[in-house]
């Protein structure tokens, strides 16, 4: 999918550019050429020549479209299994995205161009009839006078040089600063060919001339300056999130390269553009009122030139660069001996690249790499990424039978669905180099001393990696590892509890959903739906507990699957639950439309909501006891449904203990990133709301939780003062459970809670998340940083992630305490 999206990126900055190029063709320039052609003006708006004009653009938009379209398909070619496992497939692609609207514009521009001569010799139609100014000896001397100095470039090639020091010096490091380093070489050498191309002669006035000039150097060079700073920005960027998240690959969002490769395509493309329009601007600005020169007839000096499209050839001008009839930048003077040789020089190289580029994408798709096996060491030969290694460096060697789910992030290499080679980081693993087929049993060499610090190898064929893995036992049996698991170990990424494993996760949640019990109810205009799951193996009657989610658009498996979960673990122990989807959203989407009803929505509609369950669940006589686990909000609604129905417990998970006034504007304002603007605003829409006051001046960045449609319901829940209302439930059994790193509810609301009710109990869990989820990362330093802040996000997001042990444990023993 990713290799689809670059993709789709590359062709929608190529097909763009080539457009507004040769659309371009057909605007006036200063030599006064249409399709590389001497028009006067006086000839211009001939109603032939506006024929051909229209007829040339209908065409290139034709053609535009058709190439799209084309491309486009091809890139989806991606997103076939067959076609994404090869490299070839995307290197095609782009270059039939590249070369396919060449031919079709050139081929254009050259039927379109011999109609126009045909034309103007029909009328014989004459552009030189003064004397033609050569040279201007004033603006010769003074054309570079305001044109920044080179040195100037030196400054972003200086501070990717810093980049590099600063971050993890590692072969990614290098090849990006390489890159970066040649693309700064590329932008100083454009600067230099500007600042040495000859004066351009726009009018007989020398003053006008010279001010032109000085314009044009000064505006193109800024323009090649400021994308070398962007280049230096993006390197930046690249750095930070690509290679800083190495201990961490998995919480990497693919967002953030996405909105990264955009920027690469699209501020170059706008600085570039916005550098030729200004300039366009500036000439037509001095030119307006300037008596302008009759240029040459120089028709018969463009000449066709294939995919290289019109070739300007004039042997009596000795300048290798000169203005190009149509587009951005220059042409190369094919009449001058360097110009020929230029010209010759950028075909062979382009030819060699291609030819190159083409020749190791072939052997990386369709030569292995092979191994070598002695007693002195193992070394693998492949052409792009060959290693040796001895034997001293290996620390111990792990056959593995079957490859499971790990996050591998690329650094240099090559990912397809077929096959990983390269330098890839792992978590905890900087440096991993890789030669794998996917979905196929492998060899794991521990190494020391060096880098990489481990290495994956198998074959295509499970027989011969077997065979290598019998060869290696032979050559190097003291390093074999014979107890090693055939599958990777999951890894303890909690503190008080260990990953589960993925698959089994995973076939855990089918077959409890596979279980469920349709347990809906009539309600609003439809049915709420709600599930219920009986554990297997109890003859008698079950403790029931009522799962109530959090604020928002909560489904009945919750955010990362958090209440599916609770409900698997507490089914295990013997608690039969109950889920439901909220009012509005997913199958209880028909008891009110959340989208043009939502300003009608209240937080009595969601206690009456439970209130209904728990008297459904009150007539079933398979349930022992009646219990609320009420998760966030859910603690502060099951308290109020509590108030009308009684029930035999009530839990809360991560409740507020406070107006939820408070601590909305304590949220915001623990985020130091937050303006002080955007603490201001919050403060008077909450003022508002607190007084039962609607207001329609909401920021736009407040919009998602102070827009009109939801302030009605932010009114209703105002008014509860959690506390207080629990207090009202003093002769019901409560558990209050909170996390000490819970950066949404505080240790403070749990007290509150207590304290409304003395014969509660509170039970504090170190290192557990507003999710009931741990994490290495205090709340305190989430904001300090992309990085600790994307790690710690990962508890919303993570489904694998499991819940906090001692949580789990304190709810099984209260209720099972308490039936």
Same mark, same amino acid.
């Given at each position: 999918?990713?290799?689809? +999206?670059?993709?789709?990126?590359?062709?929608?900055?190529?097909?763009?550019?080539?457009?507004?190029?040769?659309?371009?063709?057909?605007?006036?320039?200063?030599?006064?050429?249409?399709?590389?052609?001497?028009?006067?003006?006086?000839?211009?708006?001939?109603?032939?020549?506006?024929?051909?004009?229209?007829?040339?653009?209908?065409?290139?938009?034709?053609?535009?479209?058709?190439?799209?379209?084309?491309?486009?398909?091809?890139?989806?070619?991606?997103?076939?299994?067959?076609?994404?496992?090869?490299?070839?497939? =995307?290197?095609?692609?782009?270059?039939?995205?590249?070369?396919?609207?060449?031919?079709?514009?050139?081929?254009?521009?050259?039927?379109?161009?011999?109609?126009?001569?045909?034309?103007?010799?029909?009328?014989?139609?004459?552009?030189?009839?003064?004397?033609?100014?050569?040279? @201007?000896?004033?603006?010769?001397?003074?054309?570079?006078?305001?044109?920044?100095?080179?040195?100037?470039?030196?400054?972003?090639?200086?501070?990717?040089?810093? *980049?590099?020091?600063?971050?993890?010096?590692?072969?990614?490091?290098?090849?990006?600063?390489? &890159?970066?380093?040649?693309?700064?070489?590329?932008?100083?050498? #454009?600067?230099?060919?500007?600042?040495?191309?000859?004066?351009?002669?726009? &009018?007989?006035?020398?003053?006008?001339?010279?001010?032109?000039?000085?314009?044009?150097?000064?505006?193109?060079?800024?323009?090649?300056?400021?994308?070398?700073?962007?280049?230096?920005?993006?390197?930046?960027?690249?750095?930070?999130?690509?290679?800083?998240?190495?201990?961490?690959?998995?919480?990497?969002?693919?967002?953030?390269?996405? &909105?990264?490769?955009?920027?690469?395509?699209?501020?170059?493309?706008?600085? +570039?553009?916005?550098?030729?329009?200004?300039?366009?601007?500036? %000439?037509?600005?001095?030119?307006?009122?300037?008596?302008?020169?009759?240029?040459?007839?120089?028709?018969?000096?463009?000449?066709?030139?294939?995919?290289?499209?019109?070739?300007?050839?004039?042997?009596?001008?000795?300048?290798?660069?000169?203005?190009?009839?149509?587009?951005?930048?220059?042409?190369?003077?094919?009449?001058?001996?360097?110009?020929?040789?230029?010209?010759?020089?950028?075909?062979?190289?382009?030819?060699?690249?291609?030819?190159?580029?083409?020749?190791?994408?072939?052997? %990386?798709?369709?030569?292995?790499?092979?191994?070598?096996?002695?007693?002195?060491?193992?070394?693998?030969?492949?052409?792009?990424?060959?290693?040796?290694?001895?034997?001293?460096?290996?620390?111990?060697?792990?056959?593995?039978?079957? =490859?499971?789910?790990?996050? =591998?992030?690329?650094?240099?290499?090559?990912?397809?669905?077929?096959?990983?080679?390269?330098?890839?980081?792992?978590?905890?693993?900087?440096?991993?180099?890789?030669?794998?087929?996917?979905?196929?049993?492998?060899?794991?060499?521990?190494? $020391?001393?060096?880098?990489?610090?481990?290495?994956?190898?198998?074959?295509?064929?499970?027989?011969?990696?077997?065979?290598?893995?019998?060869?290696?036992?032979?050559?190097?049996? /003291?390093?074999?590892?014979?107890?090693?698991?055939?599958?990777?170990?999951?890894?303890?990424?909690?503190?008080?509890?260990?990953?589960?494993?993925?698959?089994?996760?995973?076939?855990?949640?089918?077959?409890?959903?596979?279980?469920?019990? @349709?347990?809906?109810?009539?309600?609003?205009?439809?049915?709420?739906?709600?599930?219920?799951?009986?554990? /297997?193996?109890?003859?008698?009657?079950?403790?029931?507990?009522?799962?109530?989610?959090?604020?928002?658009?909560?489904? !009945?498996?919750?955010?990362?699957?958090?209440?599916?979960?609770?409900?698997?673990?507490?089914?295990?122990?013997? +608690?039969?639950?109950?889920?439901?989807?909220?009012?509005? +959203?997913?199958?209880?989407?028909?008891?009110?439309?959340?989208?043009?009803?939502? $300003?009608?929505?209240?937080?009595?509609?969601?206690?009456?909501?439970?209130?209904?369950?728990?008297?459904?669940?009150?007539? /079933?006589?398979?349930?022992?006891?009646?219990?609320?686990?009420?998760?966030?909000?859910?603690?502060?609604?099951?308290?109020?449904?509590?108030? &009308?129905?009684? *029930?035999?417990?009530?839990?809360?998970?991560?409740?507020?203990?406070?107006?939820?006034?408070?601590?909305?504007?304590?949220?915001?304002?623990?985020?130091?990133?937050?303006?002080?603007?955007?603490?201001?605003?919050?403060?008077?829409?909450?003022?508002?709301?607190?007084?039962?006051?609607?207001?329609?001046?909401?920021?736009?960045?407040?919009? #998602?939780?102070?827009?009109?449609?939801?302030?009605?319901?932010?009114?209703?829940?105002? !008014?509860?003062?959690?506390?207080?209302?629990?207090? $009202?439930?003093?002769?019901?059994?409560?558990?209050?459970?909170?996390?000490?790193?819970?950066?949404?509810?505080?240790?403070?609301?749990?007290?509150?809670?207590?304290?409304?009710?003395?014969?509660?109990?509170?039970? *504090?869990?170190?290192?557990?998340?507003?999710?009931?989820?741990?994490?290495?990362?205090?709340? %305190? @330093?989430?904001?300090?940083?992309?990085?600790?802040?994307?790690?710690?996000?990962?508890?919303?997001?993570?489904?694998?992630?499991?819940?906090?042990?001692?949580?789990?444990?304190?709810?099984?023993?209260? *209720?099972?305490? %308490?039936?």
């Amino acid at each position: 999918m990713i290799l689809f +999206i670059i993709t789709l990126i590359v062709i929608l900055q190529i097909i763009p550019i080539l457009y507004y190029t040769y659309n371009s063709a057909i605007s006036k320039n200063n030599h006064s050429l249409y399709l590389a052609v001497v028009i006067p003006d006086e000839h211009k708006n001939h109603p032939e020549v506006q024929a051909i004009f229209q007829a040339y653009r209908q065409k290139i938009r034709k053609i535009t479209l058709f190439c799209l379209i084309i491309s486009v398909l091809s890139c989806c070619l991606l997103l076939v299994p067959v076609f994404s496992d090869y490299i070839l497939t =995307f290197v095609m692609i782009i270059f039939i995205a590249t070369y396919l609207p060449l031919r079709l514009y050139n081929q254009a521009v050259y039927h379109y161009r011999r109609k126009l001569l045909d034309l103007k010799a029909q009328n014989s139609w004459q552009a030189a009839t003064e004397q033609i100014l050569f040279a @201007d000896l004033t603006t010769s001397r003074l054309k570079n006078q305001r044109t920044p100095k080179s040195w100037l470039f030196a400054i972003p090639a200086l501070l990717s040089l810093g *980049i590099y020091l600063t971050f993890d010096k590692n072969i990614g490091m290098l090849i990006l600063l390489i &890159t970066n380093l040649l693309m700064h070489l590329l932008f100083w050498l #454009a600067h230099y060919n500007i600042s040495h191309m000859p004066a351009k002669i726009y &009018t007989d006035n020398s003053q006008t001339n010279l001010v032109l000039n000085q314009e044009y150097r000064r505006n193109w060079t800024f323009n090649y300056l400021i994308l070398s700073f962007i280049q230096t920005g993006l390197m930046f960027l690249l750095s930070f999130l690509h290679l800083r998240f190495v201990h961490d690959p998995s919480s990497l969002m693919t967002g953030y390269f996405i &909105t990264i490769l955009l920027l690469m395509a699209i501020l170059p493309i706008i600085v +570039i553009f916005y550098a030729n329009s200004r300039q366009q601007k500036k %000439e037509k600005e001095f030119l307006r009122n300037q008596h302008s020169l009759i240029h040459l007839e120089e028709d018969s000096y463009y000449q066709e030139h294939g995919i290289w499209g019109l070739q300007y050839n004039n042997p009596n001008n000795s300048s290798t660069l000169v203005n190009k009839p149509f587009g951005i930048g220059q042409a190369v003077n094919l009449g001058s001996q360097k110009g020929r040789a230029y010209f010759a020089f950028s075909k062979w190289l382009l030819a060699l690249i291609l030819i190159f580029s083409i020749g190791l994408v072939c052997f %990386e798709d369709y030569l292995a790499p092979a191994i070598q096996v002695t007693e002195q060491g193992i070394t693998i030969y492949q052409s792009l990424y060959p290693i040796q290694v001895s034997a001293e460096n290996i620390e111990s060697i792990e056959y593995h039978e079957e =490859f499971t789910k790990q996050h =591998f992030y690329k650094n240099v290499g090559s990912a397809t669905n077929r096959y990983l080679r390269g330098t890839f980081s792992a978590k905890g693993d900087p440096d991993v180099r890789l030669y794998l087929f996917r979905n196929q049993p492998y060899i794991l060499f521990h190494l $020391k001393d060096m880098a990489p610090a481990k290495l994956y190898y198998n074959d295509q064929n499970p027989a011969e990696t077997i065979a290598l893995y019998d060869k290696i036992k032979q050559k190097l049996p /003291d390093k074999v590892n014979s107890s090693a698991v055939t599958k990777l170990p999951a890894t303890a990424e909690n503190g008080s509890a260990s990953r589960e494993s993925t698959e089994i996760h995973q076939q855990r949640r089918q077959s409890f959903t596979a279980a469920e019990i @349709d347990y809906s109810i009539p309600a609003g205009k439809g049915s709420l739906h709600a599930v219920l799951n009986i554990p /297997d193996d109890r003859p008698d009657k079950a403790p029931l507990v009522l799962l109530i989610g959090g604020s928002g658009p909560a489904t !009945k498996e919750g955010l990362a699957n958090l209440y599916l979960d609770l409900a698997i673990h507490l089914n295990d122990a013997g +608690i039969a639950c109950i889920r439901y989807d909220k009012r509005g +959203i997913a199958r209880s989407a028909s008891v009110v439309d959340a989208k043009t009803e939502e $300003k009608n929505m209240v937080i009595e509609d969601f206690v009456a909501d439970v209130i209904a369950l728990l008297q459904k669940a009150r007539t /079933d006589n398979r349930f022992s006891g009646i219990y609320i686990a009420g998760h966030s909000e859910g603690a502060l609604v099951g308290t109020l449904a509590a108030q &009308t129905v009684a *029930i035999d417990g009530l839990v809360c998970l991560a409740g507020a203990g406070r107006n939820i006034a408070e601590i909305t504007l304590e949220q915001i304002k623990a985020n130091p990133n937050n303006p002080q603007k955007l603490v201001d605003d919050s403060q008077r829409i909450l003022n508002s709301l607190k007084a039962g006051q609607e207001t329609e001046d909401v920021p736009q960045i407040l919009q #998602a939780l102070f827009r009109p449609s939801v302030q009605p319901y932010m009114i209703s829940w105002i !008014k509860y003062d959690p506390a207080a209302e629990l207090a $009202k439930l003093n002769d019901t059994p409560i558990l209050i459970l909170q996390g000490d790193n819970d950066s949404q509810v505080q240790i403070i609301d749990a007290d509150n809670l207590h304290q409304a009710v003395a014969d509660s109990k509170i039970v *504090i869990l170190p290192e557990m998340t507003h999710m009931l989820k741990n994490s290495d990362i205090r709340k %305190e @330093d989430a904001f300090k940083n992309n990085l600790a802040a994307l790690t710690y996000s990962r508890v919303y997001q993570d489904e694998n992630l499991p819940i906090n042990a001692s949580l789990l444990r304190e709810i099984i023993s209260f *209720i099972l305490s %308490e039936k």
